[in-house]
């Protein structure tokens, strides 16, 4: 059985940095394509990194170039998103999800499996 569990969320002010988790399981994590998307209250989930496989290719929303990293640890199954200078509009539900294809899509329908998600909250 397959199981994203992302941990890291919580309440910070503004300009403030937090680092996202993603510890998989079930799965042969290193030859998936791993991203996280986000989803704000009323609005549809969106796209934020992507992280390919052996060969590292990195993809970021434009909004959160320069802020944002999407790592990986392929010998703890585990993906990261470090997250710095923080804004308001950042608040939203964060999840981690797998992709088998491993085309790093921005389209929440091409990815398998997903994360409960963490929810990230930046205070202004």
């Known amino acids: 059985q397959v199981q994203l569990v992302e941990s890291g969320g919580g309440l910070v002010q503004a300009g403030g940095s937090l680092r996202l988790s993603c510890a998989a399981s079930?799965?042969?994590?290193?030859?998936?394509?791993m991203a996280w998307f986000r989803q704000a209250p009323g609005k549809e989930r969106e796209f934020v990194a992507a992280r390919g496989r052996s060969d590292g290719f990195l993809k970021y929303v434009d909004s959160v170039k320069g802020r944002f990293t999407i790592s990986r640890d392929n010998t703890k199954n585990t993906v990261y998103l470090q997250m710095n200078s923080l804004k308001p509009e950042d608040t939203a539900v964060y999840y981690c999800?797998?992709?088998?294809?491993?085309?790093?899509?921005?389209?929440?329908?091409?990815?398998?499996?997903w994360g409960q998600g963490t929810q990230v909250t930046v205070s202004s």
């Open positions: 079930g799965l042969r994590f290193s030859i998936y394509t």
């Open positions: 999800a797998a992709d088998r294809l491993g085309a790093g899509s921005t389209d929440a329908r091409e990815y398998d499996y």
